[in-house]
């Protein structure tokens, strides 16, 4: 199905919103950037502001900041998507998380909308060591988080874009749910390991107490209700219900996701995992 309208990505200068614009443009969709700072401007806070940000939107990415676990969020996405469904918008993807009660929520919000829907849950991305929380430790040459010995199968962002640009500009994928993690199990020291072998540096990986990463938080400056979400979203997702690997990209593209460790290889060829 070619888009004639266009799709509005929220959260379009992001890890995943970016790179669904370029995967779009380059197939020759028009695309409005979904952002505070767009021509036309899109602010989840800002509910005014989503109108005009519709306006002539055939497809709909969901993104939303900071995450579908915090309070409120349901009812946000309850909005935004009514207003969506009322401006003629047909067809929705929603990046969610695994295993929070909250984004699977906001998911049975966007199935309901009356539009053609597409879930893309995910596990924790690849690039939150690259381009995310976790890169000022690996610069500096440790990685502390509350994450004890749990396997994650960390996705990269890469299949992520891949997946929804496919569901938002093809036939075929209305009515999926695409559980997308990458095709083996890590545990964050695992995966600090082997970033430090990719980048010839000698990495660590710190299993801090909750209580010593929100201090840390809050001394960089993270607001103390985000702060303090952060840390329980670390304890409530890590608790070993995600430790699955799933065939959703498999499902969506017809290809094995990518592994973590062609990530970490390509990574360290930029440069950005320098010491600091």
């Given at each position: 199905?070619?888009h004639?309208k266009?799709?509005?990505?929220?959260?379009?200068?992001?890890?995943?919103?970016?790179?669904?614009?370029?995967?779009?443009?380059?197939?020759?969709?028009?695309?409005?950037?979904?952002?505070?700072?767009a021509e036309?401007?899109?602010d989840?806070?800002?509910?005014?502001?989503?109108?005009?940000?519709?306006q002539?939107?055939?497809?709909?990415?969901?993104?939303?900041?900071?995450?579908?676990?915090?309070?409120?969020?349901?009812?946000?996405?309850?909005?935004?998507?009514?207003?969506?469904?009322?401006?003629?918008v047909q067809?929705?993807v929603?990046?969610?998380?695994?295993g929070?009660?909250?984004?699977?929520?906001?998911?049975?919000?966007?199935?309901?909308?009356?539009?053609?829907?597409?879930?893309?849950?995910?596990?924790?991305?690849?690039?939150n060591?690259?381009?995310?929380?976790?890169?000022?430790?690996?610069?500096?040459?440790?990685?502390a988080?509350?994450?004890?010995?749990?396997?994650?199968?960390?996705?990269?962002?890469?299949?992520?874009?891949?997946?929804?640009?496919?569901?938002?500009?093809?036939?075929?994928?209305?009515?999926?749910?695409?559980?997308?993690?990458?095709?083996?199990?890590?545990?964050?020291?695992?995966?600090?390991?082997?970033?430090?072998?990719?980048?010839?540096?000698?990495?660590?990986?710190?299993?801090?107490?909750?209580?010593?990463?929100?201090?840390?938080?809050?001394?960089?400056?993270?607001?103390?209700?985000?702060?303090?979400?952060?840390?329980?979203?670390?304890?409530?997702?890590?608790?070993?219900?995600?430790?699955?690997?799933?065939?959703g990209?498999?499902?969506?593209?017809?290809?094995?996701?990518?592994?973590?460790?062609?990530?970490?290889?390509?990574?360290?060829?930029?440069?950005?995992?320098?010491?600091?």
């Amino acid at each position: 199905m070619q888009h004639l309208k266009t799709t509005l990505i929220t959260g379009g200068t992001g890890k995943t919103g970016r790179r669904i614009a370029q995967r779009l443009t380059a197939l020759g969709h028009p695309i409005r950037i979904g952002s505070r700072n767009a021509e036309v401007p899109f602010d989840w806070e800002q509910p005014a502001t989503w109108g005009p940000a519709l306006q002539n939107v055939g497809a709909l990415y969901l993104c939303f900041q900071p995450d579908l676990a915090i309070p409120g969020a349901v009812e946000i996405i309850t909005a935004l998507t009514a207003q969506a469904a009322a401006a003629g918008v047909q067809r929705v993807v929603l990046l969610s998380g695994r295993g929070e009660e909250a984004a699977q929520a906001c998911e049975e919000v966007v199935m309901a909308s009356g539009m053609q829907w597409t879930v893309v849950r995910a596990s924790w991305f690849n690039q939150n060591f690259s381009e995310g929380p976790f890169l000022p430790g690996v610069q500096a040459g440790a990685v502390a988080f509350p994450a004890g010995t749990t396997a994650e199968p960390f996705i990269d962002v890469e299949d992520i874009a891949d997946v929804a640009a496919a569901a938002l500009s093809e036939d075929g994928h209305a009515g999926e749910l695409y559980e997308v993690t990458g095709p083996r199990l890590m545990t964050f020291a695992d995966a600090v390991h082997e970033i430090g072998a990719a980048a010839g540096r000698d990495l660590s990986f710190i299993d801090a107490s909750p209580n010593d990463y929100l201090a840390g938080l809050l001394a960089e400056g993270v607001p103390t209700p985000m702060a303090e979400f952060l840390v329980w979203l670390s304890q409530t997702v890590l608790d070993g219900r995600n430790a699955t690997v799933t065939d959703g990209v498999q499902r969506a593209l017809g290809r094995p996701a990518r592994d973590f460790s062609d990530f970490a290889k390509a990574t360290a060829a930029t440069g950005v995992w320098s010491a600091s």
